[in-house]
Structures are given as structure tokens and as C-alpha cells.
Nanobody, 122 residues
Framework: QVQLVESGGGLVQAGGSLRLSCVVS????????TGWYRQAPGQQRELVAT???????NYADSVKGRFTISRDSAKNAVYLQMNSLKPEDTAVYYC????????????????WGQGTQVTVSS
């Protein structure tokens, strides 16, 4: 059974920083792309940043230059460093990973964490 557990959310003032962590545990054969998504109240879930197994990154235009995604393959972890936070960054942030749970699984499946709340006050 695969689990993604996020941590690091909270309340911060505009201009502040937070670091989100996501640890993948359970039956894991291989992890491909990982990423962070967010969903604000009344809005659709949107991509924030992704990172491939090779380390290539992709960011939403709204967070470029402020957020940095990284991963530690040895720890099965992915991080999101968020600087210069704005009130519009307020949302529930979800970790995503494309995982093959075992050698018997031929394709990568999407797994999601439970989400962590980030609230930025003005």
C-alpha cells in the first residue's frame, strides 16, 4: 500500500516562507515524476510545480522565481520551498507521485497525498 504524507503547511504573513515536505512510503518499485498541486476554495486543482526522476522541473507561471521544487530519491521525498508568499497562494497543497508499486505493475499510477493547508495573510 502506497502512502504520500505531506507536512509543513500553516499560516504565514505575506512575504514569508514555508517549506512543504512529502514522503512516499509503502510498497514502491519505482517513482517517476512527482509534483505539487493546489486547490483554493471554489477553484479547480492546479499544477504548481513538477520534477522528473532526472531532476527536470516545471513551474506554473504564477510561482516562477518564488517557489522551488526538489526531491531526495534516497528518502522518497519531494519538497516545495515557497518564498515571497502572497495571499493568492492560499490553498490546500497536494503532493502527487507517479509510482509503480511493484515490478508486476507495468505502468505508473497517480498517487495523491491528503493535502496540507497553506494560508497567507495580507
Amino acid at each position: 500500500q502506497v502512502q504520500l504524507v505531506e507536512s509543513g503547511g500553516g499560516l504565514v504573513q505575506a512575504g514569508g516562507s514555508l517549506r512543504l515536505s512529502c514522503v512516499v512510503s509503502g510498497s514502491i518499485f519505482s517513482i517517476n515524476d512527482t509534483g505539487w498541486y493546489r486547490q483554493a476554495p471554489g477553484q479547480q486543482r492546479e499544477l504548481v510545480a513538477t520534477i522528473t526522476s532526472g531532476g527536470s522541473t516545471n513551474y506554473a507561471d504564477s510561482v516562477k522565481g518564488r517557489f522551488t521544487i526538489s526531491r531526495d530519491s534516497a528518502k522518497n521525498a519531494v519538497y516545495l520551498q515557497m518564498n515571497s508568499l502572497k495571499p493568492e497562494d492560499t490553498a490546500v497543497y497536494y503532493c502527487n507521485a507517479k509510482i509503480r508499486a511493484s515490478i508486476l505493475h507495468r505502468v505508473y499510477s497517480d498517487y495523491w497525498g491528503q493535502g496540507t493547508q497553506v494560508t497567507v495573510s495580507s
